[in-house]
């Protein structure tokens, strides 16, 4: 059985860093915006209590978040020891493809939650515009929007990272 090539990292002492702060921001922004999301709830005049569950976009971006949280959380271990160790924990290209493509499909999949979470707010507001109860509601689902922006913004740093790491192959 041939043996796979192994990967030599390239020196680059702010490389490991980089990857593990915007990891860290990238988990800490998911958390508070899902936490955000799932308990901002707002109560109607017939009594019938609206959450993320109504509207399918909050679903899908919650879905999202997940998704992300998820996929971050598994990665943080080894860009801790990335970082404490200065060399990977598995030094081999198949490892340094998987966060290429799992970094980049987490960036594309934050970015459609961001478009998502922006545009329904913005037209659920214009529709809701009388009701103080859901303006609210609204304003408070573009905090947990922006957070999410910024969880989508550290997931394309860790993203560019791995890119260069991929690019760098020996």
Same mark, same amino acid.
């Given at each position: 059985?041939?043996?796979?090539?192994?990967?030599?990292?390239?020196?680059?002492?702010?490389?490991?860093?980089?990857?593990?702060?915007?990891?860290?921001?990238?988990?800490?922004?998911?958390?508070?915006?899902?936490?955000?999301?799932?308990?901002?709830?707002?109560?109607?005049?017939?009594?019938?209590?609206?959450?993320?569950?109504?509207?399918?976009?909050?679903?899908?971006?919650?879905?999202?978040?997940?998704? &992300?949280?998820?996929?971050?959380?598994?990665?943080?271990?080894?860009?801790?020891?990335?970082?404490?160790?200065?060399?990977?924990?598995?030094?081999?290209?198949?490892?340094?493809?998987?966060?290429?493509? &799992?970094?980049?499909?987490?960036?594309?999949?934050?970015?459609?939650?961001?478009?998502?979470?922006? &545009?329904?707010?913005?037209?659920?507001?214009?529709?809701?515009?009388?009701?103080?109860?859901?303006?609210?509601?609204?304003?408070?689902?573009?905090?947990?929007?922006?957070?999410?922006?910024? &969880?989508?913004?550290?997931?394309?740093?860790?993203?560019?990272?791995?890119?260069?790491?991929?690019?760098?192959?020996?």
């Amino acid at each position: 059985m041939s043996q796979l090539p192994q990967y030599e990292e390239p020196k680059a002492p702010k490389l490991p860093l980089t990857i593990l702060v915007s990891r860290v921001v990238t988990l800490a922004a998911l958390v508070v915006s899902v936490v955000i999301l799932k308990t901002n709830k707002v109560t109607s005049d017939v009594y019938r209590t609206f959450t993320y569950k109504d509207i399918c976009s909050y679903k899908y971006i919650m879905f999202a978040m997940v998704i &992300g949280f998820a996929y971050t959380l598994s990665q943080i271990p080894f860009a801790v020891y990335y970082l404490m160790m200065g060399k990977r924990l598995i030094n081999h290209y198949k490892l340094l493809q998987y966060d290429f493509y &799992g970094d980049k499909f987490l960036s594309y999949l934050l970015a459609t939650a961001v478009g998502a979470a922006f &545009g329904v707010t913005a037209d659920l507001k214009k529709t809701n515009e009388s009701r103080e109860k859901f303006n609210n509601y609204f304003q408070i689902a573009y905090i947990s929007a922006g957070f999410l922006l910024i &969880g989508f913004l550290s997931s394309v740093v860790s993203s560019s990272a791995s890119s260069f790491a991929i690019s760098k192959r020996g």
